[in-house]
């Protein structure tokens, strides 16, 4: 079947480095991405997306590259703070954002 | 602007009896959701709705209802509940093409 997963479950980091999540997906028609975060005890919040027809998206402090070759999605969160610390998991669609398709999560942890 | 609100925060039913989860969104959003999210997993999708009137099966719909009488609500009802549907439900309201936005969560434990 066609599904979303992750590379990594954990990721530690040390507060100030740069951080990056991996994401693999494997539905081919997949052309809208989404990564979101999920502290405990929350809903997932939306941190940034990208269409198939981009490989990168920047926002602030974060970028989404994707690599469409490899089904590939990764989220480089840069100069990390402890606020970062949560689950971040991406989700994808294909032709419409009301149907997503989740992994299963990263949790990122960042050392003061 | 509340966004999405969702009710009760925590419940304990006994096997076997139902409720409502009630979810409530003041963005206007046609499109809406409902997920459940299991320990150490993502989420999963149980019932959608494109519209008032519309709604559609997602990946996991056993055990669950959806009626969509307006734009602002979309409650999911558990007719008879099990130890399995033990989870976090969330609802997200969905503005097409940009992204979801969840809900705070129900927790739901069924003895």
């Known amino acids: 079947g066609e599904s979303v997963g992750l590379h990594l479950p954990t990721l530690s980091v040390q507060e100030g480095d740069n951080s990056i999540i991996n994401c693999a997906y494997s539905n081919s028609a997949s052309d809208y991405f989404i990564w979101y975060k999920q502290e405990s005890g929350k809903g997932p919040q939306f941190i940034i997306d990208i269409r198939s027809n981009m490989d990168k998206r920047q926002g602030q402090r974060v970028t989404v590259l994707l690599n469409k070759t490899v089904k590939h999605l990764s989220l480089q969160i840069a100069a990390t703070q402890p606020g970062d610390s949560a689950v971040y998991f991406c989700?994808?669609?294909?032709?419409?954002?009301?149907?997503?398709?989740f992994g299963k999560g990263t949790l990122l942890t960042v050392n003061p | 602007n509340a966004g999405v609100t969702q009710t009760p925060k925590f419940q304990v039913l006994k096997t076997g009896q139902s409720m409502t989860l009630q979810c409530a969104q003041d963005?206007?959003?046609?499109?809406m959701s409902w997920y459940r999210q299991d320990p150490g997993m993502g989420l999963r999708l149980i019932h959608y709705?494109?519209?008032?009137?519309?709604?559609d099966q997602g990946e996991v719909p056993n055990g669950y209802n959806v009626s969509r009488s307006t734009t602002e609500d979309f409650p999911l009802r558990l007719l008879s509940a099990a130890p399995s549907q033990t989870s976090v439900y969330f609802c997200a309201s969905i503005k097409p093409g940009v992204a979801q936005y969840f809900g705070p969560g129900t927790r739901l434990t069924v003895t």
């Open positions: 709705s494109v519209g008032a009137g519309i709604t």
């Open positions: 989700a994808e669609s294909g032709g419409s954002n009301y149907k997503l398709t």
């Open positions: 963005m206007n959003h046609e499109y």
